[in-house]
């Protein structure tokens, strides 16, 4: 089934009573009228389906999933990636689920207080910018985030519409990228440390690069998607390095216009649900001075291999393989 369509800024209701609320022109809408924890119906699950392959990403407030529920609530709607590397404040018991602090421990493995390796992983706004694990050849298809602590001001993320974003370009510009494919690999968006950096080293011991098509055909919705990021894309293929740098500048900057983005205020017991294939998000970095905690966690749903408007499908470079995590 699926929701009525609406104009943006307007509510529908669809058979399962739920309410879908556009928030913003391209992208993003929030869902109430459903409560995730205690296990949507059939025809819940499709509408939320619908109103997510709609509008990108859709948000609940006031939620009361645990780590059992917030499982049970991805396996209705995929398949869930059980990671084989997580940090410790991930819960042992449920290896789907991924916790991520505000004192990333990332930074302290590596010998980095928590302000330099945000500046040094995204020295600029654009570099910031990343769908989840862009480098393998099978991204996940969707993501499943829920906050559990949240400071009581900052924190909030933002999403941008890469269909939205690949629709906007002038007719020419579509037609030239649309047969172009670009490296996507691990670490490109990290800014290396002088003298010894035991990050570098992690990189290039568990390196990840697939070559990516440039755009993407959506495998449910059929759109054509702007397939880029600032965090993993390392070069277009067949182009110079200076000719590249110049595209991927034009074409990160179209899909971080702000009338393709949504940005969401988190609170305790929010949700966010997002499509994977069809949008970029850029996590938020105005509350490390802050000293109030911010934990969340995910759920990741197993992807396909992505493929471009000729047909050809991603092709991995070194380090993923599809369905092998």
Not at 55 to 61: A, I, L, T
Request: net charge neutral.
């Amino acid at each position: 089934m699926t929701t009525d369509r609406a104009t943006p800024g307007e509510s529908a209701k669809g058979a399962a009573g739920i309410e879908v609320k556009p928030v913003a022109g391209y992208i993003g809408a929030e869902i109430t009228g459903v409560d995730l924890a205690g296990g949507p119906t059939d025809a819940e699950v499709a509408a939320i389906r619908a109103a997510v392959l709609r509008w990108k990403v859709v948000f609940f407030r006031g939620q009361r999933l645990d780590h059992a529920g917030h499982v049970a609530l991805a396996r209705r709607f995929g398949e869930p990636v059980v990671l084989p590397r997580r940090g410790s404040a991930s819960p042992p018991d449920f290896p789907e689920i991924e916790t991520t602090a505000d004192r990333l421990e990332l930074g302290g493995r590596f010998g980095m207080d928590h302000e330099e390796w945000l500046r040094r992983r995204r020295h600029s706004l654009l570099r910031g910018w990343h769908c989840d694990h862009g480098a393998r050849v099978d991204p996940p298809a969707a993501t499943i985030l829920r906050a559990e602590t949240v400071p009581p001001y900052g924190g909030d993320t933002t999403w941008s519409n890469l269909a939205a974003a690949y629709a906007g370009l002038s007719a020419p510009v579509r037609a030239f990228v649309d047969g172009l494919r670009a490296e996507h690999r691990l670490g490109v968006g990290y800014q290396p440390r002088p003298g010894d950096d035991a990050y570098v080293r992690h990189l290039l011991d568990h390196q990840i690069a697939t070559l990516h098509p440039l755009v993407r055909v959506h495998p449910e919705t059929g759109e054509r998607v702007l397939y880029v990021n600032g965090y993993y894309v390392e070069q277009i293929d067949g182009v110079s390095r200076a000719e590249s740098t110049a595209i991927l500048d034009l074409l990160l900057e179209q899909a971080t216009r702000p009338e393709y983005t949504v940005r969401f205020r988190w609170e305790a017991g929010s949700v966010a649900f997002w499509d994977n294939r069809a949008t970029i998000h850029l996590a938020p970095s105005d509350n490390a001075h802050l000293g109030h905690p911010r934990t969340m966690h995910r759920v990741m749903l197993a992807g396909d291999v992505p493929a471009g408007v000729d047909g050809t499908p991603s092709r991995a470079l070194v380090g993923s393989q599809p369905g092998r995590w």
